[in-house]
């Protein structure tokens, strides 16, 4: 545009440029405030005193100047210098040399490191440097000394003249993105296990708070026993939504700790969201189960009054009432772990009683959610397994003392594979 172009003259060179390049040259050093500059038509001014400038040179004003173009500047102005040429955008990183420093270690998600970029990069006019900034446009890796501070606090590119951002936020953004594309395998099992132990003061205190409950509810008689049993259910699942939320936003450092606050949001809700999950899981297999119920007793019924027709219709009602308890009893197994994920992510109980939700979602996550009820099948077999052995050599209260913190265990590795498995498959979610 013709409006936009500027002349600089220094030590009798004029140069011509528009107000974008003027303003990098005034961040550059390669424009000072005592530069005559003009715009158009308009006299010769010093350019601390152009408004566009004044933020960047923080004058407030300087003495005017002569509009004689053969004006120059006081001999203790340094010799101005045109712009260095600005290279390609695409950056190219130097040649390989001797790296004398530890390059900073990004947080880990899971057992896959950050990528392998993010820790060999260096400063590119440093290279025995690591960087402290990254170019937002060329991507040029700088180190503290390679910037310019503009007010104090932005870094700007000395390549290209755009803003940097800090190092450290492109590794860890590697991080997330390197372990998100990694895949969903036996790794995240391994992963899952380890985690309880992440923070094994937080697993003792709620395996304890848990397994007295649960003994608690034992003695409790009718009313008790069902009220220590709903507080015990809702701290639980309250952890359980806490490991799925977190984990599927990729905070696996967080932890599994609920944080408490709210009586109703920590307990209350977790514990309406669980029992949503048990109706939609097995809720068509427990009706089937008691509609064949009704069914054997009315065909008994009907055999000791002789009632030869009543009988062989309730026996009917028995034989398939039992068919569908047994199509329900697969629908819960198959469907239980993406019910457990869905009140986990959503906290929606409307969310967890539809089924379609969950079914979309299986059906983005295709192989994926294989793999986790595989995974959740193998969890079952050892929990269940360890759960029969106890039960067969210990008496009753003890054996609810030697199970529950296995319950509070396998249902934390349950809950941290679910998580990761919905953060890896976020992109086909639209989660990111």
Not at 224 to 249: E, H, K, N, Q, Y
Not at 318 to 325: F, I, Q, S, Y
Not at 387 to 412: C, E, K
Request: proline fraction near 9%; charged fraction near 10%; hydrophobic fraction near 45%.
């Amino acid at each position: 545009m013709v409006n936009d172009v500027w002349q600089v003259q220094v030590q009798g060179v004029i140069y011509e440029t528009d107000t974008e390049t003027l303003k990098q040259w005034a961040m550059q050093g390669n424009l000072l405030p005592q530069d005559l500059v003009k715009k158009g038509s308009l006299n010769w001014t010093p350019a601390g005193n152009v408004p566009v400038l004044r933020p960047i040179f923080g004058t407030g004003g300087l003495p005017s100047s002569p509009s004689n173009p053969g004006f120059s500047s006081s001999p203790n102005v340094p010799a101005y210098s045109p712009p260095p040429v600005v290279p390609p955008p695409t950056y190219q990183p130097p040649p390989p040399a001797p790296v004398k420093y530890a390059p900073p270690v990004a947080p880990a998600y899971g057992s896959v490191q950050s990528s392998a970029a993010a820790h060999t990069m260096v400063c590119r006019n440093h290279p025995q440097l690591a960087p402290d900034y990254v170019c937002n446009a060329c991507a040029a890796p700088l180190c503290q000394n390679c910037v310019k501070m503009v007010a104090n606090r932005m870094p700007v590119c000395t390549v290209c003249g755009e803003l940097c951002q800090p190092y450290g936020n492109l590794s860890e953004q590697m991080s997330r993105t390197a372990y998100q594309s990694s895949g969903f395998g036996i790794t995240d099992l391994f992963d899952a296990f380890r985690f309880p132990f992440s923070d094994v003061v937080a697993l003792i205190a709620f395996c304890v708070v848990y397994t007295i409950l649960r003994v608690a509810a034992s003695f409790g008689g009718l009313f008790g026993g069902l009220l220590l049993t709903a507080v015990s259910t809702g701290m639980l699942f309250a952890t359980m939504s806490t490991v799925i939320r977190r984990v599927s936003d990729g905070r696996v450092s967080e932890g599994y700790t609920p944080e408490f606050g709210s009586f109703y949001d920590d307990l209350i809700h977790p514990m309406f969201l669980s029992v949503g999950v048990f109706l939609i899981s097995f809720g068509p297999f427990a009706i089937a189960l008691i509609y064949a119920g009704t069914g054997m007793i009315r065909a008994f019924m009907g055999g000791v009054y002789e009632d030869d027709g009543a009988a062989a219709q309730a026996r009917a009602q028995t034989a398939v009432a039992l068919l569908v308890a047994g199509i329900g009893a697969i629908w819960g197994l198959l469907y239980y772990p993406m019910a457990l994920l869905v009140a986990g992510f959503t906290q929606s109980f409307p969310a967890v009683l539809n089924p379609l939700v969950g079914l979309d979602t299986i059906r983005r996550m295709g192989g994926t959610y294989g793999l986790v009820f595989l995974m959740y099948v193998v969890l079952a077999v050892i929990g269940g397994g360890l759960g029969l052995v106890i039960r067969a050599v210990t008496p009753g209260f003890v054996s609810t003392f030697l199970i529950s913190p296995l319950d509070v265990y396998f249902s934390l590795v349950l809950c941290y594979l679910l998580g990761i498995a919905l953060f890896k498959c976020s992109d086909r979610l639209g989660l990111n």
